[in-house]
């Protein structure tokens, strides 16, 4: 299980504008997107996160207050907050500096937003706040949160997730007056990672949801992919990333009709989760097979014909294994068999439903 007590998050969902077109521009689903992301990440089968360093802000919360909010200030605030609780935290809790450290690396800091969004340089995607006018437009950069935290260490991983359009509009990006100094991490060289999701590619929109869904495509596909639809005992950047490359379009022209293609960039190895949903496995050896007088056998998750995990299924009967696996690919050897190495070998895939399979 990853160990999340130095993870944090800030969530923003913003679907009304109230000075943009008198609200003709308010949206459908940020406010859900981000109500659903915040219960994903204080799920303790999902991001695990503790309620308590998980600041979701929508229009209801905190509180419940009147348009426009968030604005740019609030969710600026709620950054360094993050920032603030952690290097306290470590400063009051842990006995030494090689602890604080050890801290460090283990941390995280979510950023999600949801709402109207613009690219004005190609790299970015930048959140329209919630009293944006048309004449005056207040946004918050994420390309610049990230650049920020970055280049002072703050965290020792960032995840930066928006759900937002990226269409050019000609306004310059508002800089960040941060002092991270007070916060600033340690000189590791392969730290911070960072895994960045993107709604959609440069100049191109991103859609809301259709009738079937409550989440906007990019938020539906996310959702999907960290709550099970990614195969595999454990949800990794590289995973999570081949996995939103495949459904946000398939999504998009299913419910909108419309060309939708996020960009992702991610550093290897990022673990968002432990996929707890298992399937049952009965697995039946063939008369006369090498897995037929076995009082086990072993399953080994396989991914790039690397084994992931090894998971022992005992013998219920004469040549009959049984256990539980969640989704993924798998092959099934001798206790403590190698694959590589002669040992008798069989596929199986386990593909969210309960498998009955003959081996041998």
Known sequence: ??????????????????????????????????????????????????????????????????????????????ILGCAADFVDRRKTTLPNEAARKAAWQKSRLYFYVSGHGIDDEGDDAA??????????????????????????????????????CREMIGVGM?????????????????????????ASRNRHKAFEPGDKYRNSIFTQALLEGLKGGVSGNVVTSETLEKFLYSVVPKLAQEQKGEDQDPKIDGDPDIVFMHNSTNYQVTLTARPG?????????????????????????????????????????????????????GSPVHPLSVLGKDTNEAIG
Not at 134 to 162: C, D, M, P, Q, Y
Not at 182 to 191: A, I
Request: aromatic letters at 6%; proline letters at 10%; charged letters at 20%.
């Open 174 to 198: 508002q800089p960040l007056i941060w002092d991270l100094s007070p916060y600033r991490g340690y000189n590791v060289r392969s730290l911070p990672r960072t895994f960045i999701g993107l």
């Open 127 to 164: 959140l329209i706040t919630a009293n944006a006018s048309s004449v005056s437009l207040n946004h918050i950069s994420t390309r610049n949160v990230l650049n920020k935290l970055t280049k002072e260490r703050v965290f020792g991983e960032l995840v930066i997730l928006a759900d937002c």
């Open 1 to 78: 299980m990853t160990d999340t007590t130095w993870h944090y998050a800030v969530v923003v969902g913003i679907d009304q504008y109230p000075r943009i077109e008198n609200g003709r521009k308010n949206l459908r689903g940020p406010m859900e997107d981000a109500e659903d992301m915040a219960a994903w990440l204080t799920d303790a089968k999902g991001g695990n996160l503790d309620p308590g360093r998980v600041k979701l802000l929508t229009r209801k919360a905190p509180g419940g207050r009147n348009p426009p909010v968030p604005v740019l200030d609030e969710i600026t605030d709620a």
């Open 289 to 341: 097979s090498p897995f037929a007088e076995l009082p086990a056998v072993d399953v080994l998750e396989t991914d790039k014909a690397v084994v992931r995990s090894r998971v022992p299924l005992p013998a219920a009967a004469p040549g009959v294994f049984k256990g539980a696996l969640p989704t993924g690919f798998y092959a099934i050897v001798p206790p403590g068999g190698d694959p590589m190495a």
